[in-house]
Nanobody, 123 residues
Framework: QVELVESGGGLVQPGGSLRLSCVVA????????MAWFRQAPGKERQFVSV????????DYGDSVKGRFRMSIDSGQNMVFLQMNSLKSEDTAIYYC????????????????WGQGTQVTVTS
């Protein structure tokens, strides 16, 4: 059984930064497909970033490219999302997710989810 626990969300002004963390238990983080998704009120869950197992090269959604950076720490079995130049439209609950298959940007491909962490960008 894989368990994911996110942290690091909060309230930040536009242009600010936050770093989200995801603790992974039950399986080595670099043996799974790891991703971040987000969901704003009234909207569908949206792909943010993904790193495939055995790779250290992330892929990003168009809306966050150049601003967000995803990384994995195999020693701590953790996943991170560094978010810079935050905008009001980045406000959402951010979820860490894991899957056993190949790279996929659809939420339906992911079997394991954290509880989410709220990110609010407002002046």
């Amino acid at each position: 059984q894989v368990e994911l626990v996110e942290s690091g969300g909060g309230l930040v002004q536009p242009g600010g930064s936050l770093r989200l963390s995801c603790v992974v238990a039950g399986r080595p983080v670099d043996s799974m497909l790891m991703a971040w998704f987000r969901q704003a009120p009234g909207k569908e869950r949206q792909f943010v970033s993904v790193i495939n197992w055995g790779s250290d090269i992330p892929d990003y959604g168009d809306s966050v490219k150049g601003r967000f950076r995803m990384s994995i720490d195999s020693g701590q079995n953790m996943v991170f999302l560094q978010m810079n130049s935050l905008k009001s439209e980045d406000t959402a609950i951010y979820y860490c997710a894991a899957a056993m298959g190949g790279k996929n940007k659809s939420p339906s491909a992911y079997a394991y989810w954290g509880q989410g962490t709220q990110v609010t960008v407002t002046s």
